[in-house]
C-alpha cells in the first residue's frame, strides 16, 4: 500500500522546504490535535512548542473556538465584504478598537498578513500622494526585518539569502542596520542601554526623511531574525523621530500582538501608538487566514472624498472579512474578557526565564537566553567568547531540530536560534517537559 507520506510527495509542494530534505525526513501527517499537542496518523504525539509557525494562541482545537466557528458556519460562510457587510465583522471590529493602541480606529481586512503589509504601504503611498507630498514615496525599514513572502513585504525585509534574489525584482528602499543587543556594535546591554544604535535611524532620517512615506518595524520583537529582543525605548525614539519628519509609523504585530510579549501588542511596552497596525497570526487563534490593517482617522479621511475625486483605496481580497474568521476571532476575544490568559502567561513566563537559565545557561554552546513574554530564545554559538557563529552547512539548528522530533517535540528553529513560541495558555508541565526534550535534543549534537 501507499503511505500517507509516499502521497503527499507525489503532488505537494511544501512551503519553505527543500524538498529533497523529505528524502531522510518524511512530512509529518498530522492526524489530530488538543491544546498544545498534535497527534499523527502513527499515533505518536507531539508537543507543539513554536505553535504552528507562531499562529496557534490559544492550544489547537480550543472548545471555545470551535464552538464560535460552528455557530457562524450554519448562518453564513461568506459574503463580498465591497457594500456587504456582516454582524461579526461589525462586532469585531468594535471589540478590537478598545484593545488596539490609541488612536487606530478604522479596520480594513485582508486574509494574510503579507497582504496586510503590502495594503499598508500601499496606503502611506497614497496618503502622500493625496496629501499633497507625492515626493515621499519611499519606505525605511529595519535590517534584520521580516513582513512577509510578497514581493512588497519581502522588499520592506533583511536581504538575507532567502530573499537577496529577488532583489531585482523589488522596490528601493532605505534599510536601517537594526538594533542587535546580543551583538551591540556600543558594547551596551539592552536593559539598560540608552539606544545608542539608534543613530543608525537619525543617520537614515537625515538623510532620506523627505522621500520617505512610512517606516515599518517589528515592535520590541525581530522575529525571523532569530527572536531578537529589543528595548521600549527604540521605539519610543522612532515614534518621535517619526513625527518630527513626517514619516509615517507602521508597527508589523502579526507575530507580536495579542499577548505574544506579555501585553496585548508590543507597543503598549512602549506606550506608542503607530499610524498603522498589521495584525494577523494570532488574530483568529491560529485557525484562519485573515489579517487586518488597523489605521487612523487622519489616514482614513486622506481617502474619503466625491467618487470622482479618485482618492478611494480601490484594494481588496476576495476573502476580506470572512465572517468564518471572525467568528473565530470574536471567541479569541471572550476568551481573553474571561479567563486570566495574559496574567497567567506573564507568571509563566518569569518562571520559564528562570528555567530556561537553569537548564541552559551553563551550556558552552549557548550564546545568548533572550525572552520576551513566553517567547524563548537560545541563540547557539560555536564560540561563546567571541560570539562566533556555527558555519551554515553544519545546519546545528536543524539537526537538534531532528532530535527534537524523535522525541516528539516540535522545536523548529529559526538557523542556529532554537525558540519556545508556545500557546498562551500552556501549562507548566507542559513546559517543562518541553525544556526536558530540548535540552537532551541539544546534547545529543553539541554534548557538553
Ligand atoms: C508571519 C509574519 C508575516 C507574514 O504573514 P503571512 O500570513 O505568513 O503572510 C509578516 N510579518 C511578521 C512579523 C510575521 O511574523
Known sequence: MVSMEERDLKYIWHPCSQMKDYEELPPIVIDRGKGVWLYDIHGKKYLDIVSSWWCNLLGHCNNEINAGIKAQL????????????????????????????????????????????????????????????????RFMCLSEGYHGETIGALSVGSMDLYAKMYEPLMMDNIHIEAPDCYRCPYGKCRDNCSCECFS??????????????????????????????????????????????????????????????????????????????????????????MSITVTTQTLYDAFYADYSEGKAFLHSHTYSGNPLGCAAALAVQKIFHTQPILEN????????????????????????????????????????????????????????????????L?????????????????????????????????????PC
Open 74 to 137: 450554519d448562518k453564513l460562510e461568506h459574503v463580498i465584504f465591497a457594500n456587504f457587510s456582516h454582524e461579526p465583522a461589525i462586532h469585531l471590529a468594535e471589540e478590537l478598537a478598545q484593545i488596539v493602541p490609541k488612536g487606530l480606529t478604522k479596520f480594513h481586512f485582508s486574509d494574510n498578513g503579507s497582504a496586510s503589509v503590502e495594503c499598508a504601504l500601499k496606503m502611506c503611498f497614497q496618503y502622500f500622494l493625496q496629501t499633497g507630498k507625492p515626493e515621499k514615496k
Open 410 to 446: 516540535v522545536l523548529r528553529p529559526l538557523d542556529n536560534v532554537l525558540y519556545f513560541n508556545p500557546a498562551l495558555n500552556i501549562t507548566r508541565d507542559e513546559l517543562d517537559i518541553a525544556l526536558e526534550l530540548t535540552k537532551a535534543s541539544i546534547n545529543e549534537i553539541l
Open 200 to 289: 543608525y535611524a537619525e543617520k537614515a532620517f537625515a538623510d532620506h526623511a523627505h522621500e520617505t512615506a512610512a517606516m515599518i518595524v517589528e515592535p520590541l520583537l525581530q522575529g525571523s531574525a532569530g527572536m531578537r529582543v529589543y528595548p521600549p525605548l527604540y521605539l519610543k525614539k522612532l515614534r518621535a523621530l517619526c513625527n518630527q519628519q513626517d514619516v509615517l509609523l507602521i508597527c508589523d504585530e502579526i507575530a507580536t500582538g495579542f499577548g505574544r510579549t506579555g501585553k496585548m501588542f508590543a507597543c503598549d511596552h512602549a506606550g506608542i501608538s503607530p499610524d498603522i497596525m498589521c495584525i494577523s497570526k494570532g488574530l483568529t487563534g491560529g485557525y484562519l487566514p
Open 345 to 408: 502567561a506573564c507568571k509563566n513566563a518569569s518562571w520559564l526565564t528562570k528555567r530556561f537559565h537553569e537548564e541552559f545557561a551553563a551550556h558552552p554552546n549557548v550564546g545568548e537566553i533572550r525572552h520576551i513574554g513566553l517567547i524563548h530564545a537560545i541563540e547557539l554559538v560555536k564560540d561563546r567568547e567571541h560570539k562566533i557563529d556555527f558555519s551554515p552547512e553544519k545546519r546545528i539548528g536543524y539537526e537538534i531540530y531532528k532530535r527534537a522530533l524523535n522525541r516528539g
